[in-house]
């Protein structure tokens, strides 16, 4: 599977010709962004706020874009989000859908029918989030990296990621039976979905391949990425979490999946370590944090093969002169016993870069393209200029109103069905677009939004407009 880009091809603009409008006929199989599909908007309402029926009902009927309001109001208790509008359960009409509001379950319909219905068009599921995930502080509390997970687990093969679209837009009929998310809502939780930010990164990389990326955030908080560098030379990035308070983190890995991290307090000029245990998963369990001296900038390595021997290097709090501690590692009690402390005329260790065998790593911070000059990078010894991010399991929807970030590389559009302006201009440039709330003849464009997404889908005009359109099932 081809790794995640920066990001997504820029789209050619669709002739004018594939572009289904007023009574043009359709191409019997157009390219996606030029087709014309059934949609409705907050789908799981069903017949609550408006008369759409149950979401199979939906897909039976030839809705192919179905759009679910989720929250992460318990997730640490239920490992799910909930479905519904201002609060879960707000609007949710459960006749005929899951009894519950969880969202797996809810997925699970969906794509239950999909497996029913191999030569259908493709599905977008459009995922509207209300609350601001980028708060939730690990997988376990339900971030972002949880969210790709659910929607892989729950449509295996029939996922269709965003890192896999390709340069040339893929027909309707290549896609049928496949699954598309979307995301959609928090602004907040679309950007941090494309890119991180952070200061002072570290890297580090072992001869099974993993990777373990640790950085402050400006203010005080320390976070990590861990991932897998691929025989494509490209990390995929798996889990991502909040591990500690402070600044200038360093960290060291062995092939064992052990690591050792150090970092300065955030207010005071203390020297703190953890050890840690990386998964297969990506996920890492952490030691308490140990205070062992006192200093500004540490960095780490380990010195021997087995893993077990360590050097650290930090600068005076007081003076240029740098000192460093030996150090043994006890995977088994998660400690570090340190001895040796000295003056030392070695340099730092590189804490930015880190080689196994053939491969290496390299951190840095800088702007790629909209994105703020601390957006968090990655080069390794065949690519150059990644961004540290989540994998792109999901398309992230650029809205009107959004900022260049979330343009950037945008696929799916959305708006109001209103915006005729925005509809047009989008669809003219080959975006694939959403305008919600089309409950009305008159909300219609030239060319239409891809995915005129109402409340009322069995109205007879909406029928008629969708012929006209050539809607495709």
């Given at each position: 599977m081809p790794r995640s880009r920066t990001v997504l091809p820029v789209l050619a603009v669709v002739a004018s010709a594939l572009l289904i409008s007023g009574n043009a006929e359709a191409s019997a199989d157009p390219p996606l962004p030029s087709a014309i599909f059934r949609a409705t908007h907050n789908s799981y309402s069903g017949n609550l706020d408006g008369a759409?029926?149950?979401?199979?009902?939906?897909?039976?009927?030839?809705?192919?874009?179905?759009?679910?309001?989720?929250?992460?109001?318990?997730?640490?208790?239920?490992?799910?989000?909930?479905?519904?509008?201002?609060?879960?359960?707000?609007?949710?009409?459960?006749?005929?859908?899951?009894?519950?509001?969880?969202?797996?379950?809810?997925l699970n319909v969906i794509n239950t029918w999909s497996t029913q219905h191999p030569t259908?068009?493709?599905?977008?599921?459009?995922?509207?989030?209300?609350d601001d995930l980028t708060d939730n502080a690990s997988y376990a509390a339900g971030n972002l990296a949880a969210l790709n997970q659910e929607l892989t687990s729950v449509f295996g093969t029939r996922?269709?990621?965003?890192?896999?679209?390709?340069?040339?837009?893929?027909?309707?009929?290549?896609?049928?039976?496949?699954?598309?998310?979307?995301?959609?809502?928090?602004?907040?939780?679309?950007?941090?979905?494309?890119?991180?930010?952070?200061?002072?990164?570290?890297?580090?990389?072992?001869?099974?391949?993993?990777v373990v990326e640790v950085h402050d955030s400006g203010a005080g908080a320390l976070w990590y990425w861990t991932g897998t560098y691929g025989p494509d030379g490209r990390v995929t990035w798996l889990r991502h979490g909040k591990y500690d308070n402070g600044v200038t983190p360093a960290v060291a890995l062995n092939d064992n999946g052990d690591l050792v991290e150090v970092h300065q307090s955030e207010n005071?000029?203390?020297?703190?370590?953890?050890?840690?245990?990386?998964?297969?998963?990506?996920?890492?369990?952490?030691?308490?944090?140990?205070?062992?001296?006192?200093?500004?900038?540490?960095?780490?390595?380990?010195?021997?093969?087995?893993?077990?021997?360590?050097r650290e290097i930090h600068r005076s709090q007081s003076s240029s002169q740098n000192w460093d501690w030996r150090g043994v590692l006890n995977a088994g009690a998660m400690t570090v016993s340190w001895s040796g402390n000295a003056k030392t005329s070695d340099a730092r260790h590189d804490k930015t870069t880190?080689?196994?065998?053939?491969?290496?790593?390299?951190?840095?911070?800088?702007?790629?393209?909209?994105?703020?000059?601390?957006?968090?990078?990655?080069?390794?010894?065949?690519?150059a200029g990644d961004r540290i991010r989540y994998q792109?399991?999901?398309?992230?929807?650029?809205?009107?109103?959004?900022?260049?970030?979330?343009?950037?590389?945008?696929?799916?559009?959305?708006?109001?069905?209103?915006?005729?302006?925005?509809?047009?201009?989008?669809?003219?440039?080959?975006?694939?677009?959403?305008?919600?709330?089309?409950?009305?003849?008159?909300?219609?464009?030239?060319?239409?939004?891809?995915?005129?997404?109402?409340?009322?889908?069995?109205?007879?005009?909406?029928?008629?407009?969708?012929?006209?359109?050539?809607?495709?099932?």
């Amino acid at each position: 599977m081809p790794r995640s880009r920066t990001v997504l091809p820029v789209l050619a603009v669709v002739a004018s010709a594939l572009l289904i409008s007023g009574n043009a006929e359709a191409s019997a199989d157009p390219p996606l962004p030029s087709a014309i599909f059934r949609a409705t908007h907050n789908s799981y309402s069903g017949n609550l706020d408006g008369a759409r029926n149950s979401i199979a009902y939906q897909l039976d009927h030839g809705v192919r874009l179905i759009e679910l309001d989720i929250h992460d109001n318990d997730y640490a208790a239920s490992r799910d989000y909930s479905i519904g509008h201002d609060s879960p359960g707000n609007l949710v009409d459960h006749a005929g859908n899951p009894a519950s509001n969880r969202l797996r379950d809810w997925l699970n319909v969906i794509n239950t029918w999909s497996t029913q219905h191999p030569t259908a068009a493709p599905i977008v599921v459009a995922l509207d989030i209300k609350d601001d995930l980028t708060d939730n502080a690990s997988y376990a509390a339900g971030n972002l990296a949880a969210l790709n997970q659910e929607l892989t687990s729950v449509f295996g093969t029939r996922l269709f990621r965003a890192e896999d679209y390709p340069a040339s837009p893929p027909t309707v009929d290549a896609l049928r039976g496949r699954v598309l998310p979307v995301l959609s809502g928090d602004g907040k939780t679309r950007t941090l979905y494309k890119r991180d930010i952070g200061y002072h990164p570290a890297v580090a990389i072992n001869g099974r391949g993993q990777v373990v990326e640790v950085h402050d955030s400006g203010a005080g908080a320390l976070w990590y990425w861990t991932g897998t560098y691929g025989p494509d030379g490209r990390v995929t990035w798996l889990r991502h979490g909040k591990y500690d308070n402070g600044v200038t983190p360093a960290v060291a890995l062995n092939d064992n999946g052990d690591l050792v991290e150090v970092h300065q307090s955030e207010n005071a000029t203390t020297l703190w370590y953890r050890v840690g245990r990386l998964g297969a998963d990506g996920e890492i369990t952490w030691s308490p944090s140990r205070q062992y001296d006192d200093g500004v900038l540490p960095t780490v390595r380990f010195t021997d093969a087995a893993g077990t021997q360590i050097r650290e290097i930090h600068r005076s709090q007081s003076s240029s002169q740098n000192w460093d501690w030996r150090g043994v590692l006890n995977a088994g009690a998660m400690t570090v016993s340190w001895s040796g402390n000295a003056k030392t005329s070695d340099a730092r260790h590189d804490k930015t870069t880190s080689t196994s065998g053939t491969s290496r790593v390299h951190v840095w911070t800088g702007a790629d393209g909209p994105t703020p000059s601390q957006t968090l990078r990655l080069d390794t010894d065949r690519h150059a200029g990644d961004r540290i991010r989540y994998q792109q399991t999901a398309f992230d929807e650029f809205q009107q109103g959004d900022s260049a970030e979330l343009q950037q590389g945008a696929l799916f559009y959305a708006a109001p069905a209103t915006a005729s302006s925005f509809i047009t201009a989008a669809r003219q440039a080959g975006r694939l677009v959403r305008g919600w709330d089309f409950d009305s003849a008159g909300n219609a464009t030239d060319p239409p939004a891809n995915y005129p997404a109402t409340n009322y889908p069995y109205r007879t005009w909406y029928q008629d407009f969708l012929t006209r359109s050539g809607a495709v099932e």
